[in-house]
């Protein structure tokens, strides 16, 4: 039977789902069912010193279904960090840990551009024992005014700095969550990484508008007859959330995960996403955060989703708003599809299959050539000519021999 155990910079989880930040992690009662339902891990929901700042509004969600059965594949929202005293929070801390003391339990924090500030969360919540940190650098709606979310993950020397001052605090794991609001990816993680994190998550929600009424004529959430433009997340934006894990990954562990190894980005013979190619120059690069992690976001509902960004490179999956579709015991289910899709392929641990599939990532122009080689073959081969050397016959030797002859 499959082990889906997983160690991650040296924090040990029973299986890779973890609740996402967000209203799933929004309390100590409901941190609590997560854990009694079987999550490997909890994000709480992001949470700042000053609570006083933070208001939501009502309605704040909004929906999109599939137009024949009302499956719900979009969802948007304009909801901003915990209202939650902080006070409440480092009291909350603690009971959890004292309940679940062998359980992953992770802070995420956000703060102004104030290194004053982001020490003081840091090791406030370090103290209350939480067991890392996820900064949000990505939430993409409210609180742009103070440079918070994702007005800070959109900068990455800005983004460095507040790394820095964090890493320079903390004595635990610390994760940055990453925008899918830019336009590369890597560039705001690879400074994070650069700058102590041990791991990166990614995405965060899409900006987005989801609806317009056409009796009303405002677009929704409506508030008063306004609204903002709010965060998308759901399975239909999976797609996007793999290729940018994709990208990561490539960039964190190069393009075969057996050993990190790949080839060194700008070389002759590289793809875009890094495919090795065969040629007379192999370049091998070893990437400087090969020992990172990457834990992934998006759309995930289901064990099979699980797996595909464990293919793309992930060690972890967290999910977010399929909990508040399906509720806290979908882990359970989660945690028996992945199981079955490890036994079904022979794999053991996660590890023996986190990554596979980067290696079939490459250029256009490689696609192009791979098909002209593979069109080529199948015509000689209609011609009875030999293209390898298996398939010549002792009996058809001198007939075989004659159909490669080019001057007949």
């Known amino acids: 039977m499959a082990d889906l155990s997983v160690v991650i910079d040296g924090l040990r989880l029973p299986n890779p789902f973890v609740i996402g930040s967000g209203p799933p992690g929004t309390n100590a009662n409901v941190i609590g069912k997560a854990f009694d339902e079987g999550w490997g891990a909890v994000i709480a929901k992001t949470i700042s010193l000053d609570a006083s700042k933070v208001i939501n ?17 979009g969802w948007e929202n304009i909801e901003l960090i915990s209202d939650r005293p902080f006070d409440t929070w480092l009291k909350e801390f603690r009971q959890i840990k004292d309940k679940y003391p062998d359980r992953v339990l992770i802070a995420s924090i956000m703060e ?26 990505s939430c993409p709606h409210g609180l742009p005014e103070r440079r918070m979310g994702a007005a800070m993950g959109q900068d990455p020397a800005i983004l460095a700095e507040v790394c820095g ?33 041990e791991g990166i998550s990614a995405i965060n929600t899409i900006l987005s508008v989801m609806s317009v009424n056409l009796e009303t004529l405002r677009p929704e959430p409506t508030v008063e007859g306004y609204t903002v433009p709010g965060g998308y997340s759901c399975k239909a934006v999976r797609p996007i959330a793999l290729r940018m894990v994709m990208e990561l990954a490539t960039m964190m562990y190069g393009r075969t995960m057996g050993g990190t190894a790949g080839r060194r980005p700008g070389s002759a013979m590289v793809g875009a996403a890094g495919v090795d190619h065969d040629g007379p120059t192999r370049e091998l690069w070893i990437s400087p955060y090969s020992d990172r992690s990457l834990s992934a976001i998006g759309g995930i509902e289901t064990g099979e989703h699980a797996a595909e960004f464990i293919l793309m ?10 909990v508040m579709i399906h509720g806290y015991k979908m882990v359970k289910e989660m945690c028996a599809q992945l199981s079955a899709f490890m036994d079904k392929k022979g794999f053991k641990s996660i590890a023996e299959f986190r990554g596979h599939s980067l290696q079939y990532f490459t250029t256009h122009a490689d696609l192009v050539r791979r098909q002209a080689e593979a069109k080529a073959a199948d015509k000689a081969a209609a011609k009875g000519m030999v293209t390898k050397d298996a398939n010549w016959s002792g009996d058809k030797f001198v007939e075989q021999s004659q159909k490669l002859v080019a001057n007949q």
Not at 113 to 136: H, R, T
Not at 313 to 322: K, L, N, S
């Open 57 to 73: 509004v009502a309605p704040r969600y909004a929906r999109m279904r599939a137009q024949d059965d009302k499956e719900v594949i």
């Open 112 to 137: 102004e551009y104030s290194k004053p500030a982001w020490v003081e969360i840091v090791e406030k919540c370090q103290a209350a024992g939480v067991d890392a940190f996820e900064l949000n650098f």
């Open 165 to 197: 001052w964090v890493n320079s605090a903390a004595s635990v794991p610390v994760w940055a969550k990453m925008t899918p609001n830019i336009t590369h990816i890597e560039e705001p993680a690879r400074a994070a990484l650069k700058a102590g994190c």
């Open 313 to 322: 490179g992930a060690g972890t999956i967290q999910v977010c708003t399929g």
